[in-house]
């Protein structure tokens, strides 16, 4: 499965974004798929993710409240609507898929996009 990922940028404290990420050449049954993200000298943590079929959908306490994540399945594509952004939310966001029972391991995960830049400026 390959993923693209878009929709990053740069907004002031409180603004909003809304990431993008589309999935191609494979198949998607039973997996899962969803965002990680990683500020400078930070590990890579986990956003939030979505079960193809939409069933279950989990996030991080740090954006819960904030982010919510969605799907269309007519162009395997998910979204991330990021509202409230911090400054702390700056880092390069990736799009991930791999089996839900992986989740959210990012070093069990199949399939990584290009990371986004997200920038909030305080």
């Not at 969803?34 to 996030?59: C, L, T, Y």
């Amino acid at each position: 499965v390959q993923l693209q990922a878009s929709g990053g940028g740069l907004v002031h404290s409180g603004g909003s974004l809304r990431l993008s990420c589309v999935a191609s050449g494979g198949t998607l049954s039973r997996q899962m798929m969803g965002w990680f993200r990683q500020a400078p000298g930070k590990e890579r943590e986990f956003v939030s993710a979505i079960s193809w079929d939409g069933g279950i959908k989990f996030a991080a306490d740090a954006v819960k409240g904030r982010f919510a994540i969605s799907k269309h399945n007519a162009n395997n594509t998910i979204h991330l609507q990021m509202n409230s952004l911090k400054p702390e939310d700056t880092a390069v966001y990736y799009c991930a898929a791999g089996p839900t029972e992986n989740w959210p391991r990012p070093d069990r995960l199949d399939s990584w996009g290009h990371g986004t830049l997200v920038t909030v400026s305080s």
